[in-house]
C-alpha cells in the first residue's frame, strides 16, 4: 500500500454495510468457536438419553458465563485483528471498497488492530454513539478512529479491461 495516497473518508453508511457483511461471516466463526468449545469441555462426557420427542437445551456449564464470553470477544478480536493486519480490508470491506489505515496511510499494525477493537466497544456501546460521530467529526473518523489513530478510507473503482 503507499503510504503517500490519499483517499477520502469513508462514508458511516458503508462503514455499516461492511459490518453487516461481515456479521455474516463472524457468525460462522463464533459457531465454529463455540461448537469446538463444546467439543473440548465434553470430551469423554457421556451424551444424556433423551426420549423422542424430548429437546435438550443443556448447556455446560463451561461454555457459558464471563470466561466463555472472553473467549469469543478474543476470537472476535483476532478474526478484526488478522483481516486488519493482512492489507485493512475485512470481506465486507473488500466488498464496499473500504480499507483500515493508519494515520500515516500504513497498514495498521498489531497493536493499532487490538486497540481499535477495545475501542470500538466503546464506541458502539452508547447506541453506537462513536460510530455516528463520523458524522459531526471535521475529518469524518469515528471514536475508534480516534482512539486506535487510524482511518477508514474509501478505495477508488477498479478499471476493468477486457
Same mark, same amino acid.
Given at each position: 500500500?503507499?503510504?503517500?495516497?490519499?483517499?477520502?473518508?469513508? *462514508? #458511516?453508511?458503508?462503514?455499516?454495510?461492511?459490518?453487516?457483511?461481515?456479521? @455474516?461471516?463472524?457468525?460462522?466463526?463464533? @459457531?465454529?468457536a463455540?461448537?469446538? =468449545?463444546g !467439543?473440548?469441555?465434553?470430551? %469423554?462426557?457421556?451424551?444424556? /438419553?433423551?426420549?423422542? %420427542?424430548?429437546?435438550?437445551?443443556?448447556?455446560?456449564?463451561?461454555? /457459558?458465563g $464471563? *470466561? @466463555?464470553? !472472553?473467549?469469543?470477544?478474543? #476470537?472476535? =478480536?483476532?478474526?478484526?485483528?488478522?483481516?486488519?493486519?493482512?492489507? %485493512?480490508?475485512t470481506l465486507?470491506?473488500?466488498?464496499?471498497r473500504?480499507? !483500515?489505515?493508519? /494515520?500515516?496511510?500504513?497498514t495498521?499494525?498489531?497493536?493499532?488492530? @487490538?486497540?481499535?477493537v477495545?475501542?470500538?466497544v466503546? =464506541?458502539?456501546?452508547?447506541a453506537? !454513539?462513536?460510530?455516528?460521530?463520523? $458524522?459531526i467529526?471535521?475529518d469524518? +473518523?469515528?471514536?475508534?478512529? +480516534?482512539?486506535?489513530?487510524? +482511518?477508514v478510507?474509501?478505495?477508488?473503482?477498479?478499471?476493468?479491461? =477486457?
Amino acid at each position: 500500500m503507499n503510504s503517500t495516497t490519499q483517499y477520502p473518508p469513508a *462514508g #458511516v453508511w458503508r462503514r455499516v454495510a461492511a459490518m453487516f457483511y461481515d456479521s @455474516f461471516l463472524l457468525f460462522a466463526v463464533l @459457531f465454529i468457536a463455540t461448537a469446538l =468449545a463444546g !467439543l473440548i469441555v465434553n470430551q %469423554g462426557a457421556s451424551l444424556p /438419553s433423551v426420549a423422542e %420427542g424430548e429437546t435438550v437445551n443443556d448447556i455446560p456449564q463451561q461454555v /457459558s458465563g $464471563w *470466561g @466463555f464470553q !472472553l473467549y469469543l470477544f478474543l #476470537v472476535t =478480536a483476532l478474526f478484526y485483528s488478522i483481516f486488519w493486519r493482512k492489507n %485493512g480490508q475485512t470481506l465486507g470491506m473488500q466488498a464496499w471498497r473500504i480499507q !483500515l489505515q493508519q /494515520s500515516d496511510g500504513s497498514t495498521p499494525s498489531w497493536h493499532h488492530c @487490538f486497540k481499535r477493537v477495545l475501542a470500538a466497544v466503546v =464506541a458502539l456501546l452508547p447506541a453506537g !454513539l462513536g460510530l455516528w460521530w463520523a $458524522w459531526i467529526d471535521a475529518d469524518q +473518523r469515528s471514536w475508534h478512529d +480516534r482512539l486506535s489513530d487510524t +482511518r477508514v478510507v474509501l478505495l477508488p473503482k477498479q478499471s476493468r479491461s =477486457a
